[in-house]
Every structure is written in structure tokens, then in C-alpha cells.
């Protein structure tokens, strides 16, 4: 069975006002679906009162929260309890940072990677050097961007507390294999597994108990909804954790690692898209007794396949091309590469060919994309950067055919 590519675009009105324009730049944030936008609109229009008390709209509201936190709960396979609903993902590791980190010692150590965006590093390393604790970094082969579970064996040790890495680089593409090195983690060491998911998500929404993390985090404003971060922690560890909610609200499980307190609107948002993907399997499956879990997984291949066929003709003209280096796998048939693809022309810098696709009507963009120790350590200025083209399920082999033409010329 093929996605229903008509389907799918029909969910997202912003792909309707202006034809001409390629968006191939999906990893930055991604257009809302409907569904989102209409939760959005139908609280701040009819239901914009402080919420969960008993008078009506204001039970509305509370009702409308809790139908996505108790959604994404379930779309994760996790306890309504595991989850933390922040202003994003940055701010959600920031806040994590204090609140592991305060049981952290001199003598204990960490992992972090130089794969990771700086929202699943900086912190850490901030928090480790306040505390005394030993940074051991995880590297990337320097030349292709991947990492090697093989060259996380000797980083681990008896006294490392955590391993923090990415289920999915928003430069390089390829997907980790999360359930392997979480299993690694585990019969190695006593570490907690954290995982970046943020350029993973928006592909796929993972059964989190299946990938066996103690913390997940990702940015649903890149999963066709509204600006929040959804994290997860594992019940198991809470003991290891300092609350950072106001004194008489710790213990609750919800508030304990967002002090910014829930933004409403937005949260009540978050539901919209998991019946944007709701839709979308109904649409491609019929009425199903399937857990909302078991749905997500049935529609992950049919997008999956979309995803590499509009992957595969980039990947190719880019590796061949001559004037090029492309970062991270060549290729997406081995079904592990997002379609976040990022090269480096070697000719020109890659702010010229961003500007020259963006002049030729293609959303694209350069830079370090935050991955900055990534850039760095691949040899590129990362002020320049790299050039990224980032595409999603809702994107045509049309719009790949406009931007192959557009790279043609930009790379002359
Ligand atoms: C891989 C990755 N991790 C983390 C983040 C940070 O997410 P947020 O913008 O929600 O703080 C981003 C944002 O671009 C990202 O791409």
C-alpha cells in the first residue's frame, strides 16, 4: 500500500498558499496540520479561561489539555505520569539538567556526543562541570558524521550516571539504533539512557517502553503541531531527580520538571496531531481495534517508503555530484535514513547555493543548525555551514524533480 500523498496534503493548509514554493525545510519546524490549528483556534476562541475549574468553559479547557496529555501518553506506550509538557525541547533539558544534576558528585561521569544538537549537550556539560563529574564524549567518525556503537564500549564505566545521545541527527539523517545502544548502556554500566528525538519524531512517534530510555524529548512544532516540547522520564527513576516545581507542587508528576507551567492553548493543541495521524490511518487502514501505539506503527512504513523515495534521487545527485561533499549515508535503502540531507559544496561557500535555492524558489537554509560541535568536527566552518535540504511525509517527488533542477544550477 502507497501513502496517499492527495490525502496527506489535504491536512495542511499552508501548503495551499503559494503552489510555487518548495518547503525543504522541515526540520527547522514544520507546517501545523488542520486538526492542530483547529484545537488551537476553538480554545483561544471559546474556551480561553484559566482552566480545570468546574465552571464550564474552564472545564472545557481542562478537559481539552488533558485529551492530549492522556493521547501523547498513550502514543508514546508510557504513564500519563512519565510525561512532561514544556515550552520546548531546549528549555525541557535545560530544566532536566537541574534536575538530575543535582545528585551528580565528583567522581561520577557522563556520556554526551558530538552528533547532538546543543540542547542534548550544552546542558549536560554545563551541569558536569559545575559538579566536577568527567565528560566523556562519544565521537562521530570525522569524515562521514555516524556514530559507532563499538566506540561507546570503552566510554562506559562503573560510575558513569548517564548516556545522552540522539535518536536521529538534524544534520546527518541516519537514525540510531536506540533499542541496541540502550541494551549496550545497560549491560555495561549502571547509566541511564537520555535521547534526543527531535528529528526523529516527526517521522515516526516511538513506543518508548520498546526503546527501553529513562528520557525522551522532542519538539512537537517539527511534528506538525503547535510550539511545545514533549519529554519523558521513566517513573523507575524519579528518586534520582530534585523537583523543580514550586515547593507545594513537587511530587506532582506533571510539574515537577516544568517550572514554566503548562502554556494552555498550545497543550490543548498537541492532540491535533495525533488525530491528523489518527486520520491517516483510518484513511488507509479502515476503523481499527488497534492500540492508538499499534496504529502509529502500521502507518510508519507506508511513510517511511514515501520518505525514502524522496530521499533517494537527493541522495544520489548530491553523492555523485562532483562539487559536493555529502554528509552522513549515501544512500536510504537500508530504511534508516531520514530525508535530512546535508552537504557541502566544495566550490562555493554554502550560503551562495542556499541563497541561489532560496532565489529559485526553495525553502532551504544553511548553517550549523545548533549541531555546532558537529560542524566543527567534521572539518567545516561552521558559520558557513553546511546546506540543508529537510523534506517530511507531506512532500511530492514533484517538489524533489524542482529542487534536483534548482541544485543542477545553483552548483553549476
Ligand atoms: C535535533 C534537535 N534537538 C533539539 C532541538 C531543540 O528543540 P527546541 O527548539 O524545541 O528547543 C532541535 C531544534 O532544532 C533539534 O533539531
Request: charged share 20%; glycine share 8%.
Amino acid at each position: 500500500m502507497k501513502l496517499d500523498i492527495d490525502f496527506v496534503r489535504s491536512h495542511f493548509g499552508q501548503l495551499d498558499d503559494n503552489p510555487e514554493f518548495v518547503f525543504a525545510s522541515n526540520a527547522g519546524g514544520s507546517y501545523v496540520c488542520n486538526q492542530a490549528n483547529d484545537l488551537l483556534e476553538h480554545y483561544n476562541r471559546h474556551t480561553r479561561v484559566q482552566p480545570y475549574s468546574r465552571f464550564s468553559p474552564s472545564a472545557e479547557a481542562g478537559e481539552a489539555m488533558d485529551r492530549s496529555y492522556h493521547g501523547w501518553a498513550q502514543a508514546l506506550n508510557i504513564d500519563r505520569s512519565e510525561l512532561t509538557v514544556g515550552p520546548s525541547t531546549s528549555t525541557n533539558t535545560y530544566v532536566m539538567a537541574q534536575a538530575i544534576g543535582d545528585l551528580w558528585t565528583p567522581g561520577d561521569e557522563i556520556i554526551v556526543t558530538n552528533q547532538d544538537h546543543e540542547a542534548n549537550s550544552g546542558v549536560w556539560r554545563r551541569k558536569a562541570n559545575e559538579k566536577g563529574v568527567t565528560i566523556r564524549q562519544w565521537e562521530v567518525d570525522p569524515d562521514s558524521g555516524l556514530l559507532d556503537i563499538e566506540s561507546l564500549f570503552p566510554l562506559l564505566r562503573d560510575n558513569t550516571r548517564w548516556v545522552f545521545f540522539t535518536h536521529c541527527s538534524n544534520i546527518v539523517g541516519t537514525v540510531n539504533p536506540v533499542a541496541e545502544i540502550v541494551r549496550t548502556i545497560k549491560s555495561r554500566s549502571n547509566a541511564r539512557a537520555f535521547v534526543d528525538a527531535v528529528a526523529y519524531a516527526p517521522h515516526h512517534v516511538a513506543d518508548l517502553k520498546a526503546l527501553g530510555v529513562d528520557g525522551y524529548a522532542f519538539s512537537l512544532y517539527k511534528v506538525y503541531g503547535p510550539h511545545q516540547g514533549l519529554m519523558y522520564i521513566n517513573a523507575d527513576i524519579r528518586g534520582d531527580m530534585t523537583s523543580q516545581a514550586h515547593y507545594f507542587n513537587s511530587g506532582i508528576p506533571t510539574k515537577d520538571f516544568n517550572p514554566a507551567g503548562p502554556q494552555h492553548a498550545q497543550v490543548a493543541g498537541c492532540a491535533g496531531v495525533l488525530d491528523y495521524l489518527d486520520a491517516l490511518h483510518r484513511h488507509h487502514f479502515g476503523d481499527s481495534d488497534l492500540s492508538l501505539n499499534a496504529r502509529l506503527d502500521e502507518i510508519h512504513p507506508l511513510i517511511l517508503r514515501h520518505e525514502n523515495a524522496l530521499a533517494t534521487p537527493l541522495l544520489e545527485f548530491l553523492d555523485h555530484h562532483p562539487q559536493v561533499r555529502l554528509i552522513g549515508k549515501t544512500h536510504a535503502r537500508d530504511d534508516d535514513r531520514a530525508p535530512t540531507i546535508a552537504f557541502k559544496p566544495l566550490n562555493q561557500s554554502s550560503a551562495s547555493v542556499a541563497h541561489r535555492l532560496q532565489d529559485a524558489g526553495i525553502g532551504t537554509e544553511h548553517g550549523h543548525f545548533y549541531a555546532h560541535r558537529l560542524i566543527s568536527d567534521l572539518g567545516i566552518d561552521p558559520e558557513d555551514g553546511i546546506v540543508r535540504l529537510s523534506l517530511v511525509h507531506y512532500g511530492t517527488t514533484d517538489e524533489v524533480a524542482r529542487i534536483l533542477r534548482a541544485l543542477e544550477i545553483a552548483l553549476g
